[in-house]
């Protein structure tokens, strides 16, 4: 019985901990690459968990699945153009409190759209009922769900950094901006890029942390100490870590 307990235990607690890592490998992907930490990162999140709910209501939830965090990833991408370009020659203090204003303005667009109690954002019948049956104790197929999900965001974006060839423009960027350009490569577009890809990947996560956990307006409040909890015990900046 009690090891039982504790495999459960410690496969629902891995899954929660790869859901954190998605969220936190987006926000230690932009802090990495351009320095800048996002304080609306659970908003894109809360954001994702909200698009998705909408959408698969009319699409079902596995279009959702990938509209979702692409739409998330458009506005992460057109917000990085339009304002957070205008104060990034200003230092990282206008950084954070215009990421920490956008924070509120979503939390405020959440309520007056979708109001300010829970939203009913099911699991799809496919990932309903356990995957498996511990001497009467079930695991559930969404925490596995979110388990796959994580380790192929994994797999995927250390590929994507490593083993490409805007993986390596992105890497160079970083480290030699003024080079890069020299070399023909827009870096703006390149921040530009990383910024919406690391929203898109806190997307992800809402998509499918909203339907196994519960999507209400203060999901976002709620991951927001423990992401940045996780980020500075990994180490700032490493998506290994």
């Known amino acids: 019985m009690n090891l039982e307990f504790f495999v ?9 901990g790869l859901l954190l890592f998605m969220l936190s490998s987006g926000l230690t992907l932009i802090f990495s690459m351009m320095g800048v930490l996002n304080f609306a990162h659970t908003s894109f999140y809360m954001l994702g968990a909200y698009f998705a709910y909408t959408i698969s209501g009319v699409v079902g939830f596995w279009p959702a699945l990938v509209l979702s965090p692409l739409l998330i990833g458009i506005l992460g991408a057109a917000f990085e153009r339009y304002a957070l370009r205008r104060v990034h020659k200003f230092g990282h203090v206008p950084e954070l ?3 920490f204003g956008l ?3 979503i939390l405020e667009i959440v309520q007056l759209v979708w109001g300010r109690s829970t939203v009913p954002y099911g699991l799809p019948t496919q990932l309903q009922g356990p995957l498996f049956t511990l001497y009467g104790t079930q ?3 969404s925490r596995s769900f979110i388990m796959l999900v994580a380790l192929l965001m994994l797999l995927s974006v250390w590929l994507l950094l490593t083993r490409t060839r805007i993986g390596l423009v992105i890497q160079a960027a970083l480290k030699y901006p003024d080079m890069v350009e020299a070399l023909g490569h827009n870096v703006p577009r390149v921040f530009m890029l990383v910024f919406g890809g690391g929203c898109a990947l806190a997307g ?3 998509v499918i942390g909203g339907n196994t956990y519960v999507t209400e307006p203060a999901m976002a409040m709620s991951v927001g100490s423990i992401i940045f909890v996780v980020v500075v015990v990994g180490g700032m900046g490493s998506l290994a870590g």
């Open 103 to 105: 924070s509120y303005l």
């Open 8 to 16: 459960i235990s410690l496969l629902n607690g891995v899954s929660y």
């Open 204 to 206: 992800l996560a809402g």
């Open 139 to 141: 695991f559930p197929k």
């Open 97 to 99: 409190l215009v990421t």
